[in-house]
């Protein structure tokens, strides 16, 4: 059974940090490039975080640039996202989802079409 499943959100006040992590079963891991997207209430989803399929090279979408790291472990089939100095308006569900690198990391970040399989989400609530 494909599956990728998130874990890890929650809420936190602002400033502090959060790890995500989204464990994949079912298929060939490692050769798929991972996103992180997130979306927020009335917002579209937005691709925070991009990496190939060895985690030699990702993408980061500017608003979370220096704050956020994206790493993967393929021996555990799993993907983490570290998320400090969390602001507010990263407040969303995050969803991580794999696809085969098919584009530049920035243009699969900036389209769902890319990703063929999808988690179910964790919230991440950034409040005082």
């Known amino acids: 059974q494909l599956q990728l499943v998130e874990s890890g959100g929650g809420l936190v006040q602002p400033g502090g940090s959060l790890r995500l992590s989204c464990a994949a079963s079912?298929?060939?891991?490692?050769?798929?490039?991972v996103g992180w997207f997130r979306q927020a209430p009335g917002k579209e989803r937005e691709g925070v975080s991009c990496?190939?399929?060895?985690?030699?090279?990702?993408y980061y979408a500017d608003s979370v640039k220096g704050r956020f790291t994206m790493s993967r472990d393929n021996a555990k089939n799993t993907v983490y996202l570290q998320m400090n100095s969390l602001k507010p308006e990263d407040t969303a569900v995050y969803y991580c989802?794999?696809?085969?690198?098919?584009?530049?990391?920035?243009?699969?970040?900036?389209?769902?079409?890319?990703?063929?399989?999808w988690g179910q989400g964790t919230q991440v609530t950034v409040s005082s």
């Open positions: 989802a794999a696809g085969p690198v098919t584009s530049t990391l920035q243009a699969m970040c900036a389209s769902r079409e890319y990703f063929n399989y």
């Open positions: 990496t190939s399929s060895n985690g030699g090279n990702t």
């Open positions: 079912g298929f060939s891991f490692k050769y798929y490039g």
